[in-house]
């Protein structure tokens, strides 16, 4: 069965790190790949999409790598900050006509000052 | 300002009794999709629209309706609310990226 698997620990880095959280899948072929951040309570908020073509993608402090042979993408925050604290939240899409997307369970972050 | 709304954000109801959650987004987006978000289980698909008067299953779509009778707005629809659909409720309108609604937390006793 399809699979997405993000890391279900909570991860705690210090500011000012670089914060790397992690988003497998099996059994699928995605057309693209987002990432959004959930605060508690709130709607999820988009940051980046990558499609299956790009490696690489980067936004502000933000960047994401996708690699379609080891079904994995990389999600990373530099130069981390306490209002980065949230949980963020893995997404695929397979079809781009019904651009239905299928969510990992998240990664809570925890940047401490 | 863009943005999807929905209505209501706080809801206690009963088993049985039927209620509407509204969402409405001011994007023109065509794309409109409902999740239910529970502990352990992420997000999940209810149901999605491609566009108006066309709507199609999600991952988990019993037990709701929906209906899209104008661009801007996708009500769901729980005929007979039962215990199990106590949830967090999310509509998202959507080109590739999803917007989403600020939520609607559903508790049925």
């Known amino acids: 069965s399809q699979k997405i698997e993000q890391n279900s620990e909570a991860l705690n880095i210090q500011e000012g790190k670089t914060a790397t959280l992690t988003c497998n899948y099996t059994?699928?072929?995605?057309?693209?790949l987002q990432w959004y951040r959930q605060d508690p309570g709130r709607g999820p908020v988009f940051l980046l999409l990558?499609?299956?073509?790009?490696k690489e993608k980067r936004k502000e402090r933000l960047k994401v790598t996708f690699d379609t042979t080891l079904k994995q993408s990389l999600f990373h925050i530099t130069a981390s900050q306490p209002a980065d604290s949230a949980t963020y939240l893995c997404?695929?899409?397979?079809?781009?006509?019904?651009?239905?997307?299928?969510f990992g369970s998240g990664t809570r972050l925890q940047v401490q000052p | 300002e863009a943005q999807v709304t929905q209505n209501p954000r706080y809801l206690i109801t009963v088993t049985g009794k039927k209620l509407t959650v509204t969402c409405s987004q001011n994007?023109?987006?065509?794309?409109m999709s409902w999740y239910r978000q529970d502990p352990g289980l992420g997000l999940r698909q209810i149901y999605y629209?491609?566009?108006?008067?066309?709507?199609d299953k999600g991952d988990v779509p019993e037990g709701y309706k929906v209906s899209r009778k104008e661009k801007r707005n996708f009500p769901l629809i729980l005929e007979s609310p039962s215990p199990n659909q106590t949830s967090l409720y999310f509509c998202?309108?959507?080109?590739?990226?999803?917007?989403f609604g600020p939520g609607t937390r559903l508790t049925v006793t």
């Open positions: 998202a309108s959507s080109v590739y990226e999803q917007y």
């Open positions: 059994n699928y072929s995605p057309a693209y």
């Open positions: 990558i499609r299956e073509n790009e």
């Open positions: 997404a695929l899409s397979v079809d781009t006509g019904r651009r239905a997307l299928t």
């Open positions: 994007m023109n987006h065509e794309y």
């Open positions: 629209s491609m566009n108006v008067e066309v709507t």
